[in-house]
């Protein structure tokens, strides 16, 4: 079936670009009608990285925060309308692509999308700077929160439609009076001189006329295209772990993220989608909030700097933890996943890797998630899982610098396939899928385009 949607299992940064552009691929393979990618919630909060081997020999690595991960492989894509879009950012990474990909197939960008402006920004900064103790997110202050409040404030909402409509100096210019409150707390330059608005106006008049003919119907359009047989890629961003109602409260993030989100706010049926959940090897957290396996030993320091887990959109160290598969058979459940892409598998090798198999929540041993996740002490299993996948360097922060390297090591475990891996990953996939009770269909064994081992 090649219709799918891809999640993150776990608090986001699992490596769902690389997966999404995988599924292009396949999709490429499987037959040659147009592949769509659309991206259904989030906004630039996300940094979705891929690295993309060039025709000569080097390896780029290349970030988007607003357009899917589609501009990479020339594929349609799509803008769904719970997406907090961000107009400035989408069309210089669109360039981008242009430049470095040759990008030029169609843009479609739902008339209902809401635009994520400067003030949702600068809104978000004033915001966390208020917080304080355990009320402190660590947001990427991409204006996030202060979007998806607009969102639900409805009157103070701009959609793409007004956006590009005739209308939209006055339609700002009223949603900034309605928002004055706010804005003068928030002491933006120029909003009582008028100066603010007139910026805004520069900044945004050259994209509006760019964008003008990608607005559309996205629903009727992509069930078209489910008509018509073609491939339909959701891509998500974040984790559910940072969801808005089954993240851990308040250091979550403001969009519904689930895989079965996109469905009601594109039209498209469950029957026609196959899930995907994407889970690194160990998670990772950005930014403030609890994580119950959290490594602030070897494993923990090392990984990190080793697999340069640094955040995609803010350059903050991510923190590391041991496997926690609580949470992904939670995470799981929630997104009625149909099979597990497992990343970073390359990362961990050498390394001793327990893993949490149950928690104690008020003295009691659980394998359920508490809606406090405080409150979760991990248990680990008594197995000790270790593996070695190569000679080679172990500081794989630098992909494109260990990429001649590994290149070909990489290459073999492909080409073998899951026969020719080491026998105690062979023990963790086993262990995993009979935690899980959830296939794990391919691993990812390096950063580059193709360097997937399928199960
Ligand atoms: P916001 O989405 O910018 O409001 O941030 C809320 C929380 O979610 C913070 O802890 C962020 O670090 C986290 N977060 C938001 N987007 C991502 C992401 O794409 N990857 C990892 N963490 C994220």
Redesign the pocket.
């Known amino acids: 079936m090649p219709n799918t949607i891809v999640v993150g299992l776990q608090?986001?940064?699992e490596g769902k670009a690389k997966i999404l552009d995988d599924l292009v691929q396949e999709a490429k393979q499987a037959n040659d009608k147009k592949i769509w990618v659309v991206r259904f919630q989030?906004g630039p909060?996300?940094?979705h990285t891929n690295y993309i081997l060039m025709p000569d020999g080097r390896l780029v690595k290349f970030v988007s925060h607003a357009a899917p991960i589609g501009v990479t492989s020339n594929s349609e894509i799509g803008i769904g309308p719970n997406v907090a879009f961000d107009p400035e950012k989408f069309i210089k990474e669109v360039e981008e692509a242009r430049k470095l990909f040759g990008y030029n197939a169609g843009i479609h960008i739902s008339e209902r999308t809401g635009i994520l402006f400067d003030y949702h920004r600068k809104l978000d900064a004033w915001q966390e700077s208020l917080r304080t103790g355990n009320l402190k997110?660590?947001?990427?202050?991409?204006g996030?929160?202060p979007f998806y409040m607009d969102n639900a404030n409805r009157a103070t909402r701009i959609t793409f439609a007004e956006y590009v409509s005739d209308n939209f100096h006055d339609t700002l210019a009223k949603v900034l009076e309605q928002k004055s409150h706010e804005l003068v707390a928030a002491r933006i330059p120029g909003l009582v001189t008028g100066k603010y608005l007139d910026t805004l106006i520069a900044t945004h008049d050259p994209i509006r006329k760019e964008l003008k003919e990608c607005a559309c119907e996205l629903e009727y359009i992509l069930r078209e295209a489910l008509e018509k047989g073609e491939n339909i890629i959701l891509e998500g961003?974040?984790?559910s772990m940072?969801d808005i109602d089954m993240g851990t409260k308040p250091?979550?993030?403001?969009s519904h993220l689930l895989a079965t989100d996109p469905l009601a706010g594109l039209g498209l049926p469950r029957s026609a989608f196959r899930i995907y959940g994407v889970e690194k090897l160990y998670p990772t957290r950005?930014?403030?909030?609890v994580m119950p396996t959290l490594a602030e030993d070897n494993f923990g320091i090392e990984t990190q700097k080793n697999a340069g887990e640094v955040?995609a959109?803010t350059g903050r160290d991510r923190r590391v933890g041991y496997p926690d598969w609580v949470i992904i058979k939670y995470t799981a459940m929630l997104n009625d996943i149909d099979g597990i892409y497992l990343t970073r598998v390359d990362n961990v090798q050498d390394r001793d890797i327990k893993v949490c198999t149950a928690y104690e929540v008020n003295g009691k041993r659980t394998e359920r998630v508490p809606s406090k996740l405080e409150t979760a002490t991990p248990i680990y299993s008594d197995k000790i899982y270790s593996w070695h996948l190569w000679d080679g360097p172990a500081d794989l922060s630098k992909p494109e610098e260990v990429d001649k390297a590994l290149h070909d090591k990489r290459a073999d475990y492909v080409k073998e396939g899951s026969g020719s891996l080491p026998k105690s990953l062979k023990e963790y996939i086993i262990d995993h899928e009979n935690y899980i009770k959830k296939p794990i269909i391919g691993m990812s064994i390096g950063p580059a385009r193709g360097e997937i081992v399928k199960l």
């Open positions: 608090w986001g940064d989030g909060n996300a940094g997110i660590g947001t990427t202050v991409s996030i929160g961003a974040q984790g940072l250091t979550q993030t403001s950005v930014g403030e909030g955040g959109s």
